[in-house]
């Protein structure tokens, strides 16, 4: 099975935020950005395997400011690792300035995402080649994230965490 590079799986959608995507504030709705970034990873989990793709879980959501009625929203998701049939997906959400195109961070979710066959089987997927810096440091956190999960849900044992291990023990403590 052929890999895939990270790069070949960014994704991006912008939205304008609409009078019907607002709460009482005039804020975005946090379920409406969840279905925009749910949507755009998906995308990008399918073109890492060109298969279909299942949300399994949503691992983070951060909201760190609002964003506003009538606001440029960007959404760039890129598969950050990709496991035997899952695949992480990072979502990073950007709001434009409308006068001055001037681009802020304002949320960040991580997806995990399964491919599927037609009975809707998790199947195998390519592995992922990291290219850039910051892919490479996002390849090695998913490792931790994933190793965190399963030992949270009771399918690994912590000593069999070495990823999260290293994180706490130095090699001479071993």
Do not use: Y
């Not at 949300?55 to 009538?70: K, Y």
């Not at 950050?80 to 434009?96: G, L, Y």
Request: glycine share 4%; hydrophobic share 45%; aromatic share 6%.
């Amino acid at each position: 099975m052929k890999s895939t590079k990270a790069s070949e799986t960014l994704s991006i959608s912008t939205h304008f935020v609409l009078p019907n995507d607002t709460n009482m504030l005039n804020n975005l709705f946090g379920g409406t950005l969840m279905a925009w970034m749910d949507e755009i990873a998906s995308i990008s989990a399918h073109r890492h395997c060109r298969r279909v793709v299942v949300t399994a879980s949503v691992n983070n959501v951060s909201f760190r400011s609002p964003i506003s009625l009538g606001a440029m929203v960007t959404l760039e998701a890129k598969v950050s690792r990709a496991f035997t049939s899952s695949m992480e997906v990072i979502v990073d959400v950007f709001v434009e300035h409308p006068s001055t195109g001037e681009r802020t961070k304002s949320n960040q979710a991580i997806f995990n995402f399964v491919a599927v066959d037609q009975a809707g089987r998790p199947i195998e997927v390519p592995a992922l080649v990291p290219e850039t810096e910051n892919e490479e440091l996002r390849f090695q956190a998913a490792l931790r994230r994933k190793q965190l999960s399963l030992v949270l849900a009771g399918k690994m044992k912590p000593e069999q965490a070495t990823e999260l291990k290293a994180l706490f023990v130095s090699a001479g403590e071993e």
